[in-house]
């Protein structure tokens, strides 16, 4: 597609649930990234997948999180047993990996409400 | 950690003055980049300036870099109801093969017709 997709656009669950957030990215674009934002905060990295390199997961804030990225394009994060504290709008990128002269492009994001 | 931190926190001006918003940062960087994001959703891509640069233009918008000083200024021009948004810097400081940005916490920008 022209741009990097996110599906769901929002997204209710209930605490204790588990919960699976989509991306795809920019086609060619061999990077790609997840970063969470709180309301009215700056963005949090998450996650970092680069080809077929072992992915930066230096983000994660516990073992609750995890995400996979299939055959080089979808990527996957999925929260386990979903807390209150988990609500944020969960935003994914795509760019050129190692060509530092272009920016990210970022999907709309997905907005998580745990309640 | 944050590497980029914007400066003011928010920002009110009359359409058709000019906004500065400012960027410091803590360590060496390959490049730094600005972003706009509306309505809390995905951030949009406005410019990039290298390290080895220290000024750069793109229509209303102008870029500066002091590494000496470890910040960044962007200026929006002529401004416009539609540039209502937060902006954020963000910066590129890895190493050579990897590529990841950290962002600060934006400023938030009202521009009141």
């Known amino acids: 597609g022209a741009g990097v997709s996110q599906s769901p656009s929002n997204k209710v669950t209930e605490k204790g649930k588990d919960v699976e957030l989509r991306c795809d990215p920019i086609?060619?674009?061999?990077?790609l990234y997840w970063y969470r934002q709180s309301l009215g905060q700056g963005l949090e990295f998450l996650i970092y997948f680069q080809g077929n390199s072992a992915p930066d997961k230096s983000g994660l804030p516990s073992d609750r999180f995890s995400a996979e990225r299939t055959g080089g394009s979808v990527s996957t994060l999925t929260i386990q047993r979903t807390q209150q504290e988990d609500s944020a709008v969960y935003l994914c990128?795509?760019?050129?990996?190692?060509?530092?002269?272009?920016?990210?492009?970022f999907g709309s994001g997905t907005r998580l409400t745990v309640v | 950690s944050q590497q980029g931190e914007e400066d003011p926190q928010a920002l009110s001006i009359q359409e058709g003055e000019n906004a500065t918003m400012n960027c410091s940062y803590k360590?060496?960087?390959?490049?730094l980049q600005w972003y706009r994001q509306n309505s809390g959703r995905g951030l949009v891509h406005l410019i990039l300036?290298?390290?080895?640069?220290r000024e750069k233009h793109s229509g209303r918008l102008r870029v500066t870099l002091d590494t000496s000083k470890k910040s960044s200024s962007l200026l929006i021009t002529a401004s416009r109801a539609a540039d209502t948004a937060s902006y954020f810097c963000a910066t590129d400081a890895t190493a050579a093969g990897s590529y990841q940005l950290t962002f600060g916490k934006g400023t938030k920008l009202s521009v009141i017709p």
């Open positions: 360590t060496s960087i390959n490049n």
């Open positions: 300036i290298r390290s080895n640069e």
């Open positions: 086609s060619g674009h061999t990077a």
């Open positions: 990128a795509s760019s050129f990996a190692g060509q530092r002269g272009y920016g990210y492009t």
